[in-house]
């Protein structure tokens, strides 16, 4: 009779035993599961974080860069409808030549300076190459009337700015070798007499913004 006792008293405790150890495996395994989670959920929270920082870092920087060009071509264009112009309201090709040789060599960041007249046809071009400024000829100045940033400019109003795509130079009609990308930065011109007298284009590298872009990225 007492081990009959015995034995209900065991299978009793065991069931006690297992009454008492369900709910706490499964409040274990629960707080398992929302440690894991709450760690997980946090890293993908802080890598999110830190990918919305690199982006938004990067793209500081890209602005900057757009924002320094645009005051370039404000302060040349401003210069040359002021220094650039006679009484007679005609163009002064080598003051503007002069002028804008000398903002090339200083800025050291165009690829190219031109001026253009209201036909499309270049009248100033200081090209940088090799690290130095190289006025180019007359009889080496182009026809840009059928560019597409040329038409667009020339339909500006006073104190707007024409901002090309990226995208491939051409000269002579032909894409320049070695490959070289770039964005225009252009502004309708007015002389003296508050009269349109062409454009001024800024060629900025392509690979110089794409590398700053990059480099603002991987630094963080």
């Known amino acids: 009779m007492s081990r009959r006792n015995g034995s209900v008293m065991n299978l009793d405790w065991l069931k006690q035993f297992i009454a008492i150890l369900i ?8 707080g398992a599961y929302v440690h894991y989670y709450t760690i997980s959920e946090t890293e993908r929270v802080t890598w999110e974080s830190s990918e919305l920082l690199n982006v938004g870092l990067a793209r500081s920087a890209l602005n900057r860069d757009l924002s320094n060009v645009i005051s370039d071509l404000i302060f040349l264009s401003s210069y040359i409808e002021r220094q650039g112009f006679g009484e007679d309201g005609e163009l002064r090709a080598h ?3 002069q002028l804008s040789y000398t903002f090339i060599k200083e800025k050291r960041l165009y690829d ?18 090799s690290g130095q400024p190289q006025l180019v000829s007359p009889d080496q100045l182009q026809d840009k009337s059928k560019r597409y940033y040329f038409m667009e400019t020339m339909a500006l109003n006073p104190g707007e700015i024409y901002i090309s795509p990226l995208d491939l130079n051409i000269e002579e009609g032909k894409i320049e070798r070695p490959i070289k990308s770039v964005m225009r930065f252009a502004v309708p011109i007015y002389n003296n007499l508050g009269l349109k007298k062409g454009i001024l284009v800024l060629n ?10 990059n480099r603002a990225a991987a630094n963080i």
């Open 23 to 30: 709910p706490f495996a499964a409040t274990l395994a629960i």
């Open 95 to 97: 003051q503007v030549e």
């Open 112 to 129: 190219q300076v031109r001026f253009l007249d209201l036909e499309g046809h270049e009248r100033v071009r200081v090209n940088f190459a």
């Open 204 to 213: 900025y590298l392509g690979d110089r913004l794409l590398s700053d872009f």
